[in-house]
């Protein structure tokens, strides 16, 4: 399979735990984006790369959010000290240059109880 | 006001009926346009892209109003497996935006 992947795909987490999700992006792919989303609403804009350069983050994406793309390929997506309003889909996807369609992975969904 | 604005719905329409959706967007430099379809707890998956000269994929068409910055989705013949939400989505140089989704229920 060469499409989008993301890890793990649910994640249950007690409220000031850490999590880190991983995505594996389409291979040659430059872009990775990262996005949330809760139920009833789009996907909101997190951050996003270009190869390992991470270009923009958005507001939303608070001082306990941190994302990597180390070596241009795979991102890791890591939020310390979750609270509950943390809980929703964790969406990846990946196009191969700024104007060009983007292709999403499954997701992981997070719920801090 | 919100960067992508969609009539959020629901419409709910009969089977092989015609249903329009539109999307508005905020920023002229705006570049590239797309159709999305999620399904329930599912990823979005691409629909179509949207070109400046309007293109057509089967049942579906959708267009581009640069000038009155707005994009539209037209789905002929409904088919119950339509039932979805249709994201419309603007692509800028630096990121990618989402409108919040119309969500259509194609009935029998």
């Known amino acids: 399979d060469t499409g989008v992947s993301q890890n793990p795909r649910h994640k249950i987490t007690k409220r000031g735990q850490n999590v880190t999700f991983r995505c594996d992006p389409i291979s040659e792919h430059n872009r990775l984006y990262w996005y949330r989303q809760t139920l009833g609403q789009g996907p909101e804009f997190l951050t996003y790369?270009?190869?390992?350069?991470?270009?923009?983050k958005s507001r939303l994406l608070s001082d306990r959010f941190s994302a990597e793309r180390p070596k241009g390929s795979f991102s890791t997506l890591e939020i310390q000290r979750t609270e509950q309003g943390d809980s929703a889909m964790y969406l990846c996807?990946?196009?191969?240059?700024?104007?060009?369609?983007?292709?999403f992975g499954q997701g992981t969904r997070l719920t801090v109880v | 006001r919100k960067e992508v604005e969609q009539d959020p719905g629901p419409f709910n329409v009969p089977e092989g009926a015609t249903v329009a959706f539109n999307c508005t967007y905020s920023n002229s430099a705006s570049q590239s346009f797309f159709w999305y379809r999620q399904d329930c707890r599912k990823e979005p998956k691409l629909l179509m892209s949207?070109?400046?000269s309007g293109n057509e994929d089967g049942r579906f068409t959708a267009q581009l109003n640069r000038a009155s910055q707005y994009i539209s989705l037209l789905i002929r013949d409904s088919k119950l497996s339509d039932s979805a939400t249709y994201l419309c989505v603007v692509k800028e140089s630096n990121d990618m935006r989402f409108g919040a989704g119309t969500r259509l229920t194609v009935k029998p």
């Open positions: 996807a990946s196009s191969f240059n700024a104007n060009t369609e983007a292709f």
């Open positions: 790369f270009q190869n390992e350069a991470q270009l923009e």
């Open positions: 949207v070109y400046s």
